[in-house]
């Protein structure tokens, strides 16, 4: 170690863009690195434990210190002896939650801020967001640092960070302490755990292939090594005396990678490095927007239950939908910063770096299909699954002529029945007084066989039978006791389906059926993961929200 160690903080040290700027600080060789999140203790990934991070933690030139920025007290333990302070934590942005955000956002940035002043910190460098002079209605082309704040913001995280930048800039002087702010654009890179894996979960799901909106919007994206580097600029320029110092301090600067792309190319562009099929399928946010504040209400509502935090939200909507093109040109000038990586190849590394999310790592079904096992895996498996197409297009073909002689006039499910036997012993009646041989063709003539009941096949019905009414009674006794709720709940739902159907005319079960069979099980076959996945979570959801309804109502008597 140095003779004279200069400390730096950074808040926030385990998130995204944070841990590479603390390896890019320790590569330095200039700080020694002190690490504030908010876990009890630091736990490194392999890569982390075997490289730079995990060398710099053992030999004392970096340090993990447990802090919530909301406890003065910590933060104030965390910069003591520190000579910067980058202040890059913040709560997760697509939680839409106000309390937790302005906590952390504006009254953590407060406590940093009077931490920096009492512990006569030098420098500190905020991280900010572009998204503070976004009103999520109308798109920014090129703006650059004098848009002013919007009269009211995109969503909670927006309007805080918003403020607690502000507070930022205001301090700046406050008995020495030189300050300034970077609004990086939209950061990407390797180690990003929202991006890129919700994209390729997204894809996996078969929801990648909506567009919302025109897809003509522009964005700019930054590497994250380049907003790293853009952290360090500040802090070079900020260290600076005299003139460049002062023309640097007390400013918020747009940081990005100065190449402007359509968003939805963007996203394409992963989506295919990584095997998957770029979206295709435009949808107007003016339709998505009823959906999502219905998802967003959902959510409210269910959120103390464990529902996961939606995708499809409001602000979410509108930033994809949006353009959002920044200037960087006040960066460039006061902190001399410009981009260490182009875009393309900061896509190339990104996509290099997930080569365990590829399409063709995703582990596929070997054998037959669930859906193929449920239907019998016979002749109904095949043509209600479309295995053999000539059978289910002859099988379509005659429920229509079935539903149009049948059905659509009405008849009830007797009459129908009656109707269909008299045509069919009309058919063998007349089959049957036929000659062997008309115009030189042959008539075969129907075996009696093919309609003799085979015992064994007897013997095997009454079986099923004789085992479907010993379930059944068996199924009584264990609801008469009172303690398999899950048993209830499938007789009540089976119930409820029965008189549903029997409430139903034939001429809509038909209507719905036929066409769902065909269609269902194809479906199910395709996204069989998925849908079954959905299905676990639901019932999950459910099971949970009944155990802490059931302790909650315990709770109270």
């Known amino acids: 170690m140095a003779t004279e160690e200069k400390w730096c903080v950074v808040t926030g040290g385990r998130g995204f863009a944070a841990r590479h700027l603390v390896e890019m600080l320790i590569r330095s060789g200039k700080w020694s690195v002190r690490i504030a999140d908010l876990g009890p203790s630091i736990k490194l990934e392999p890569n982390e434990e075997q490289g730079i991070l995990g060398e710099a933690l053992r030999s004392g030139s970096a340090q993990y210190v447990s802090a919530d920025l909301r406890d003065k007290a910590h933060v104030i333990k965390a910069c003591q002896g520190a000579e910067v302070v980058f202040h890059m934590a913040a709560p997760d942005s697509s939680v839409n939650n106000h309390q937790l955000h302005h906590s952390v956002n504006v009254v953590g940035t407060k406590n940093v801020i009077d931490a920096c002043i009492e512990c006569k910190v030098k420098r500190l460098i905020y991280t900010s967001s572009p998204s503070v002079v976004f009103d999520g209605v109308h798109g920014i082309f090129n703006g650059d640092e004098s848009i002013p704040y919007p009269p009211k913001h995109n969503d909670s995280y927006s309007a805080t960070k918003a403020e607690g930048e502000a507070l930022v800039i205001k301090s700046n002087g406050t008995n020495g302490l030189l300050t300034c702010c970077i609004r ?141 093109t920044f200037n960087c040109s006040k960066a460039k000038d006061r902190l001399g910063y410009t981009p260490i990586v182009p875009l393309q190849e900061g896509l190339k590394r990104t996509i290099e770096s997930y080569a365990h999310l590829r399409a063709d790592c995703w582990p596929r079904r070997d054998g037959p299909s669930k859906a193929f096992i449920y239907l019998g895996s016979g002749k109904v498996a095949h043509t209600l699954l479309w295995k053999d197409k000539k059978q289910s297009l002859t099988a379509v073909l005659v429920l229509i002529a079935f539903y149009h002689y049948f059905i659509a006039s009405g008849y009830t499910i007797i009459t129908a029945v009656s109707k269909l036997l008299m045509m069919a012993s009309l058919f063998l009646f007349v089959h049957g007084v036929l000659p062997s041989k008309i115009l030189g063709y042959t008539i075969e003539k129907i075996p009696a066989s093919n309609f003799h009941f085979p015992e064994e096949a007897a013997h095997r019905s009454a079986l099923v039978v004789g085992s479907t009414w010993n379930s059944a009674v068996d199924a009584l006794i264990s609801l008469c006791k009172g303690k398999d709720w899950k048993l209830f709940i499938k007789v009540v739902f089976s119930l409820l389906m029965l008189s549903f159907l029997g409430a139903t005319s034939l001429q809509r079960v038909f209507v719905i059926g036929v066409p769902f069979a065909f269609i269902a099980f194809c479906v199910y076959e395709k996204k069989e993961e998925e849908i079954d996945g959905l299905i676990h979570e639901t019932v999950s959801f459910f099971w949970k929200l009944k155990s802490k309804i059931t302790k909650k109502f315990l709770a109270s008597k």
Not at 207 to 230: L, P, R
Not at 292 to 310: L, N
Not at 314 to 324: A, D, G, I, K, Q
Request: glycine residues 8%; charged residues 20%.
């Open 184 to 324: 990086p654009s939209s950061i990407f890179g390797p180690g990003d755990k929202l991006l890129v894996p919700s994209l390729v979960a997204a894809a996996r799901a078969g929801k990648s292939k909506f567009i919302i909106g025109d897809g003509n919007n522009m964005y700019d994206f930054t590497y994250v090594e380049n907003v790293v580097h853009a952290h360090i600029c500040a802090e070079q320029a900020l260290a600076n005396e005299g003139v460049v110092a002062e023309r640097a301090s007390g400013q918020a600067y747009f940081v990005t990678n100065m190449e402007p792309i359509k968003f939805w190319e963007f996203m394409s562009l992963i989506l295919e490095g990584l095997g998957y099929e770029r979206p295709r399928i435009k949808i107007p946010a003016s339709v998505m927007m009823p959906m999502a504040y219905i998802v967003e209400q959902t959510y409210k509502m269910f959120a103390s239950y464990g529902m996961r935090v939606p995708q499809l939200t409001p602000s979410r909507v509108r930033l994809l939908s949006c353009s959002r």
